[in-house]
C-alpha cells in the first residue's frame, strides 16, 4: 500500500515540486498544508504516514507545528525542509522529533532516500 504524506510548505511551487516527486516515486500525497497551523489541523484529520515539513512558514513555523503534532501523536513520522542549512534549527528539529532534514532546493533522490528511510 502506498505510504500516506502531508506536504506542509508556504510556498505553492515547493509542494508542487515535493508532490511531482513523491507521485513520481509511488508515495501517496494524502494533503498539503501553507502554514504551521494548517500543518497540525491537517495532520489530526488525515493522520498520515509522514509530514513533510518546512520550518519557515507564516502563522506558525515548522518546528512549532512539529512539537505540536508530536504533542498528540508522539509516534508522528515528520522530515523538516528549509532552504538555510542552519545547524541550530537541524539540531533544533532533531531534538524537537523530526527523524531527517532535506536542504532546499530539492534533489529528487535525496527526498526519496530520506522518505525511504523513515517509512519505507
Known amino acids: 500500500m502506498a505510504k500516506n504524506i502531508l506536504i506542509c510548505d508556504d510556498a505553492a511551487f515547493m509542494r508542487m515540486m515535493i508532490k511531482d516527486i513523491l507521485t513520481k516515486n509511488g508515495y501517496n500525497v494524502a494533503g498539503e498544508a501553507e502554514n ?7 495532520y ?5 504516514d509522514l509530514v513533510l515539513m518546512d520550518i ?8 512549532a507545528a512539529l512539537k505540536k503534532i508530536k504533542e ?4 508522528a513520522m515528520v522530515i523538516m525542509c528549509s532552504a538555510m542549512g542552519q545547524q541550530a534549527m537541524v539540531i533544533e528539529s532533531i ?3 523530526a527523524k531527517d532534514f532535506i536542504v532546499k532546493p530539492f534533489q529528487a533522490d535525496r527526498v ?4 525511504k ?3 519505507g
Open 112 to 115: 526519496i532516500e530520506a522518505v
Open 56 to 63: 519557515t512558514m507564516p502563522e506558525m513555523d515548522g518546528i
Open 117 to 119: 528511510k523513515v517509512v
Open 95 to 97: 531534538q524537537a522529533g
Open 36 to 42: 504551521g497551523a494548517k500543518a497540525v489541523e491537517k
Open 44 to 48: 489530526n484529520e488525515l493522520k498520515p
Open 72 to 75: 498528540n501523536d508522539a509516534g
